[in-house]
């Protein structure tokens, strides 16, 4: 697929799940303005007829005003009655007519002396536990000597948001469902990606591989061509270089082969190691030599600090000190001027420590992520002027892990990169 293809695909995926999350919500609200209407209903049929057996007690005739029940605000009703009531009358009526509508929630009631709208009487019920408590009197607060009381009943629904939510549960099943498909999808959608960039990173390895691969060859066959033809016509000065010419580059060729060969056991996790108790200062001595002639070539400088007081690791040698010479390979590679590679130890707590660092050209922050993955490689433009295949800091992280260790980097642009190794001791 190409890039643009899998733009296309993942900006319409985006507009139809936007679409799709709107109508959702939409219907929500839908869903909840419903709920929340027929709740209003009932408590308004309950109250009524609440009030209707209470008028009907009190010897008065029914409601007396057009709209008998009043919502006040979106959870507080009232039934003006203007009556003597009696209040433990109305709370027990109060409490069967809701019942009888489902209105299994928790309220307040409360009577008001319809005057001066003091509270007479108050109660809270709870929502499971709806037996009214009937050994205790209500309480009246005050009356007024002599005058009939009258009341005003008003019930609040503390919980009436949370009531409708818990009501609507179908559609918290459906969005949660929503929501599920939305996951997913980010998740495919990011696994594609991450296939692109693989799939990119490989043919850029490939192209790469093709390339490393063809000097040698051809060089081999230049140099064989010459030797089969001419021959006993060359002087033995350049008969040596021809021979020491065909087997650099046979080496080359073999390192490079036996590099792919290592990633591609590792890749199948058949990396086998010999561990035993090494010496790290003196494998870093080591492959430390076996990058001065280059560094020589460059007029650069290995500088080794090397401080630790127990160097000894327990490991596969070959592997490890594979490992640092790519970091001290790549020190090399990216240093634009003469190389000043620096290379320190140090024991602490975790282990021991190895820092190799270098005055190169650094790697920018948004880069550093991607560095230890496979193939990858810091773009720098379309001009590669410096080659490799992007393996070498994978290699270096699967060893260390593979050792219980870790590799970290710390770098800033045309400053300089540090590599940090930390390996446990034995
Ligand atoms: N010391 C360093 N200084 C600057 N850039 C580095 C350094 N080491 C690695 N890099 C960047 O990280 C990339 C990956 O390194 P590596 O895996 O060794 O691959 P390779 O060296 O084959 O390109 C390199 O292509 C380079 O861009
Ligand atoms: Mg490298």
């Known amino acids: 697929m190409s890039r643009q293809k899998i733009q296309r695909i993942l900006v319409l995926a985006c507009v139809a799940l936007v679409a799709l999350l709107s109508v959702q919500l939409v219907w929500l609200n839908k869903a909840y303005n419903a709920q929340e209407r027929a709740f209003n209903h009932s408590v308004q049929v309950a109250l009524t007829s609440v009030s209707d057996q209470l008028l009907t007690k009190a010897g008065k005739e029914n409601l007396t005003s057009a ?18 009531v009696d209040p433990a009358l109305a709370s027990q009526l109060l409490q069967q007519e809701l019942a009888k509508r489902q209105l299994h929630d928790r309220y307040e009631f409360g009577l008001y002396n319809s005057l001066d ?64 498909v939305v996951l997913f999808f980010a998740y495919t959608m990011f696994q594609i990606l991450r296939e692109k960039r693989l799939a990119e990173l490989k043919t850029d390895f490939i192209n790469n591989l093709t390339h490393e691969l063809q000097t040698p060859i051809t060089n081999i066959g230049l140099a064989s061509e010459v030797l089969r033809k ?82 000894l690791i ?26 000043e590679i620096e290379v320190s130890t140090q024991n602490t707590d975790q282990g021991i420590l190895i820092s190799i660092r270098d005055r190169g050209i650094g790697i920018k922050q948004e880069f550093q992520k991607f560095l230890f993955d496979k193939f990858y490689r810091v773009p720098q433009g379309n001009v590669h002027n410096v080659k490799g295949f992007g393996l070498g800091l994978s290699y270096v992280k699967a060893i260390m892990e593979a050792h219980h260790g870790q590799v970290t980097v710390e770098s800033t642009e045309q400053q300089g990169t540090c590599f940090r190794l930390v390996l446990p001791v034995r």
């Open 67 to 84: 709209e008998p029940v009043q919502q006040v605000a979106s959870n507080f009703f009232v039934a003006e009655l203007n009556a003597d």
């Open 230 to 311: 001419r021959s006993e016509t060359l002087s033995p000065d350049r008969l040596t270089r021809y021979h020491d010419l065909i087997y650099s580059e046979n080496e080359r060729l073999r390192a490079q082969v036996e590099r792919v060969l290592q990633m591609a056991t590792l890749e199948r996790q058949e990396l086998a190691l010999k561990k035993e108790t090494i010496d790290l200062h003196a494998l870093l001595e080591e492959t430390g030599q076996n990058l001065t002639p280059r560094l020589q070539q460059r007029a650069g400088h290995l500088r080794l600090d090397l401080q630790a007081t127990n160097p």
């Open 314 to 339: 327990h490991a596969d040698g070959l592997h490890v000190a594979n490992a640092l010479y790519s970091l001290l390979d790549n020190a090399e590679k990216y240093s634009a001027q003469a190389p």
């Open 117 to 180: 709208d003091t509270l007479m009487f108050g109660k809270y019920i709870a929502a499971p536990q709806r037996q009214l408590a009937t050994d205790k009197a209500p309480v009246i607060r005050h009356e007024v000597a002599g005058a009939v009381p009258m009341y005003n009943l008003a019930v609040v629904f503390p919980g009436k948001t949370s009531f409708i939510l818990k009501e609507m549960e179908f559609w918290w099943y459906s969005t949660g469902a929503l929501l599920l």
